[in-house]
């Protein structure tokens, strides 16, 4: 229901990425992952340095194992935002699993502890930078 209304709304004023922003939101929990893709393209041709637009479409392109067009979004998120955490999170889970991106991994940890230090997650993230480092030492 809310899509069929997106969609009317998206018919009546084409210019609004905020509608397409909520239908790739809306396409991506009803696992309709290319729409999805679809109308996140649609919303940054309307508002190319969205910030939130381009970690959405990061996130979904990561789930979807599309790790350098993942990369590209988070980093793009960042360069519009410089002060977002979220980003710097997403990357780091993106290069954690590539076995010569740990380092990568940690820049972007330690940048996301500087922005949040105060987060539930902290501490998991510390510990996770330890470990990184203790396996670089061997």
């Known amino acids: 229901k809310s899509i069929q209304i997106l969609e009317l709304t998206r018919g009546n004023n084409p210019a609004t990425h905020f ?3 909520q239908l790739g939101i ?3 929990q009803t696992k309709q992952y290319d729409t999805a893709v679809s109308m ?3 919303a940054l041709s309307l508002e ?3 910030s939130e637009i381009h970690n959405n479409l990061g996130k ?3 789930r979807l194992n599309r790790y350098q067009q993942a990369i590209e979004h988070f980093q793009k998120a960042l360069d519009s935002k410089p002060s977002l955490s979220e980003p710097h999170l997403n990357l ?3 290069y954690l699993k590539q076995p010569n991106d740990k380092q990568k991994a940690v820049y972007h ?3 996301w502890l ?3 230090p105060q987060d539930k997650r902290a501490a998991k993230i510390r510990k996770t930078i330890e470990q990184i480092q203790r396996g670089n030492e061997k």
């Open 60 to 62: 979904l392109h990561a």
């Open 40 to 42: 996140y393209e649609q």
């Open 114 to 116: 500087a922005q949040a």
């Open 109 to 111: 940890l330690r940048a």
């Open 26 to 28: 809306l396409f991506e």
């Open 48 to 50: 190319p340095a969205s």
């Open 19 to 21: 509608v397409y922003k």
């Open 92 to 94: 780091a889970d993106i």
